[in-house]
Nanobody, 114 residues
């Protein structure tokens, strides 16, 4: 299984970015895809995830600002990030969970300037 992320970059506070992550390989129809982030000196944390059946889960810190969506036919998950804050600065990682196994993307940097 491979995950390819795109869409990171530098944005001013209040701005928006959209991350994409495409999965390839043997993908079960039932799976969870999501986004995590890791800021310097901090642990990796869940941002949002979404089950193939449609259930979504968000970290409290991003509720109302970020939206996760997915295209099951393309095995792709998206993260629309609005009203970005400097505290959102981190490397964002895509993850897919297939049964007992989880796979990570390589990460994409998101930097929000004040």
């Amino acid at each position: 299984v491979q995950l390819v992320e795109s869409g990171g970059g530098l944005v001013q506070a209040g701005g928006s970015l959209r991350l994409s992550c495409a999965a390839s390989g043997i993908i079960f129809s039932s799976n969870t895809m999501g986004w995590y982030r890791q800021a310097p000196g901090k642990q990796r944390e869940l941002v949002a995830d979404m089950y193939s059946g449609g259930n979504r889960n968000y970290a409290d810190s991003v509720k109302g600002r970020f939206t996760i969506s997915r295209d099951n036919a393309k095995n792709t998950v998206y993260l629309q990030m609005n009203s970005l804050k400097p505290g959102d600065t981190a490397v964002y990682y895509c993850r897919i969970v297939l049964g007992m196994y989880g796979y990570w993307g390589q990460g994409t940097q998101v930097t929000v300037s004040s």
